[in-house]
DNA sequence: GTGAAAGCGCTAACAA
DNA sequence: TTGTTAGCGCTTTCAC
């Protein structure tokens, strides 16, 4: 053994060294090449030296260094996904669909959050444990554009989630402006006449609030159906701002017949209170969220949302990546527009 | 600049090489050392020198490569996090508070999955990246008992999830028998005399189904209402489970009037066949999940759950993992139960 | 089929 | 205040 490891103690029930290839090569009476060669499977190693390793690795309870391996390979086998908040359905349920795509590419994910603050989106790409992945899939959500351009970086890297950014970045977006639209129209068409928009802030320019809220106000426009400015909710994300959101409608006074919420989840924190207020969905109000998560066919009444893509976006994302990682740039960054889908479901009404 | 990098070609507009902090010092006419020192603001380096190093780190678009680093401290400063799937809410949820929590000790929790495969389970633990992590948290659901003792590392771990086991680790548990026990109880003492229980393969001894199983039957043996093993339906974890669970109840004409749903996914699942069934919540069936994940309260009706501890989990969790990164063990692996406490909501009858 | 040497990029320890 | 040396644990290259 060549040093005490971690915990050192003597008598330690549990391992107590870290143990190295040199020291299963003195074990084994070989070289550490040779270790390295059993280790990789590969091919030109005697069988009885190979025996000889092995049992010295097992005896030893040796484990290769990642850390060391890495700095050497330059690789690390790893995908890095940051996204806003870990507990979200959406990001978790991308994650999911991201991880089985990699897999098939022998790569992992992980995935780690940013907090939805440009420090932390900086913080994953920029100011980089960077070379820890072979490439990143970063939701921005903070990060002002301008400063994107700056960023400096060699690695792979897959912006997901606002609106079109001149940058350097490849880049897969949802239609949020479509989606909205395709949402809120559907809720006019079947007699709305006072939608309310719940959910972030949408005098941020190019944030995906302001994005929704503008196909929000496009479908108003072709329907020739006014906006009412005190029918825009301001709030969060979280189930509990839904609810805030519409109990803050009903305390001023505010009159509507349909909620066009943000994302999926602040639709569930909305119904929880229109039930509350004795309101009928979809009789006295309408409802239709954002992100069609895999909770929204199984809520009762079901939700009806938009779905922003789910396969293709894991699709277009994985496949830029991993044409990133093998081939470099193919030519400029790409940005592309996943088409959006409102799924009618129990919240809304049937089209006309 | 040494060599080309990842994409070398010419007239790349994105960076095209890899810059070491070789490159830095040279550029700005000193040693690595100082560069070194520059970069991690260490005190003794001239104010001139200084602004030359930064000049040329801004200059090359310098990024450290934190494989090298980690390789020569010996640490990541982050945390690796494996649960059986990222879209679970019960373990997205988990990670968003223990994110919360690390980062107060400048730690970065970051999140993977294992499959709920043994092999995956393995993998993240044994076959160790292990060194690309300070600490572990595991959530086991396949590995074998007796595999567990043979596990060898020296990187801190703490698992969670599963029943005691004797094992070298500290270990975290939530009362799965207790957890289950109550919920179950309250269903009889409402009146339920023909609760089904939906999830999971109770036959696997020590996992978390059989565990929540032992739980339903300890409260039926102390309600003095017998089991009838009809009631007991086998289905994993996905929303689309605890459908599937309900209609083959009904389809076999097997009848029920209460629910204990193995988690609250299972029964979201549960919930959305009732009321396809023309059943009413809790009038004709009632229904308890297990998890209290954050929709629960939100759902309408709002779904009765049993709370599995959920902070004094995330605070256990990472004390007992901050101090095997500090201070090595502390004597014997830990082993501890965290309470769990029934919530009683809208899908359930008040007792009494 | 096996090994020796060199070095990935960084930093602790010591020297100047 | 700055630089030199050495080496973290591994793998590539090339010699034997």
């Known amino acids: 053994m060549k040093r005490s490891g971690r915990w050192g103690g003597e008598g330690d029930k549990r391992a107590s060294t870290v143990v190295t290839m040199a020291d299963v090569a003195r074990s084994a009476g070989v070289s550490t090449m040779t270790v390295s060669n059993v280790i990789n499977g590969r091919p030109r190693v005697g069988a009885a030296t190979r025996e000889r390793v092995l049992a010295a690795i097992s005896d030893l309870g040796y484990q290769v260094n990642l850390a060391a391996r890495h700095l050497r390979a330059g690789r690390t086998g790893v995908i890095g996904l940051a996204v806003p908040e870990l507990e979200r359905p959406y990001f978790a349920q991308l994650a999911g669909r991201l991880a089985d795509r990699f897999e098939t590419h022998g790569l992992r994910i992980v995935m780690e959050r940013t907090g939805a603050s440009r420090e932390g989106e900086l913080d994953a790409v920029a100011f980089s444990r960077l070379r820890m992945y072979d490439g990143l899939i970063l939701s921005v959500v903070d990060i002002d554009p301008a400063e994107l351009t700056q960023i400096r970086t060699d690695a792979p890297v897959v912006m997901i989630g606002e609106r079109a950014l001149p940058s350097r970045f490849d880049h897969v977006m949802m239609d949020n402006v479509d989606g909205a639209?395709?949402?809120?129209?559907?809720?006019?068409?079947?007699?709305?006449?006072?939608?309310?928009?719940?959910?972030?802030?949408?005098?941020?320019?190019?944030?995906?609030?302001?994005?929704?809220?503008?196909?929000?106000?496009?479908?108003?426009?072709?329907?020739?159906?006014?906006?009412?400015?005190?029918?825009?909710?301001?709030?969060?994300?979280?189930?509990?701002?839904?609810?805030?959101?519409?109990?803050?409608?009903?305390?001023?006074?505010?009159?509507?017949?349909?909620?066009?919420?943000?994302?999926?989840?602040?639709?569930?924190?909305?119904?929880?209170?229109?039930?509350?207020?004795?309101?009928?969905?979809?009789?006295?109000?309408?409802?239709?969220?954002?992100?069609?998560?895999?909770?929204?066919?199984?809520?009762?009444?079901?939700?009806?949302?938009?779905?922003?893509?789910?396969?293709?976006?894991?699709?277009?994302?994985?496949?830029?990546?991993?044409?990133?990682?093998?081939?470099?740039?193919?030519?400029?960054?790409?940005?592309?527009?996943?088409?959006?889908?409102?799924?009618?479901?129990?919240?809304?009404?049937?089209?006309?």
């Open 181 to 352: 639209r395709q949402a809120t129209a559907h809720l006019l068409a079947t007699g709305a006449r006072r939608v309310a928009i719940l959910g972030g802030n949408p005098d941020i320019t190019a944030s995906m609030p302001s994005l929704r809220a503008e196909g929000y106000a496009v479908a108003h426009r072709e329907a020739g159906v006014p906006v009412d400015p005190e029918l825009v909710v301001r709030c969060s994300f979280r189930l509990q701002d839904g609810s805030d959101a519409i109990r803050s409608l009903l305390d001023r006074g505010i009159g509507f017949d349909a909620v066009f919420a943000l994302t999926d989840v602040v639709a569930i924190g909305a119904l929880r209170a229109l039930a509350d207020a004795g309101l009928r969905i979809p009789d006295d109000v309408q409802v239709v969220g954002f992100d069609d998560i895999d909770e929204a066919s199984y809520l009762v009444p079901s939700l009806s949302s938009v779905n922003p893509g789910h396969e293709e976006m894991a699709d277009t994302i994985t496949s830029l990546l991993i044409a990133q990682i093998n081939g470099g740039p193919t030519g400029d960054p790409k940005e592309l527009i996943v088409p959006a889908q409102l799924v009618q479901r129990g919240t809304t009404r049937p089209a006309g």
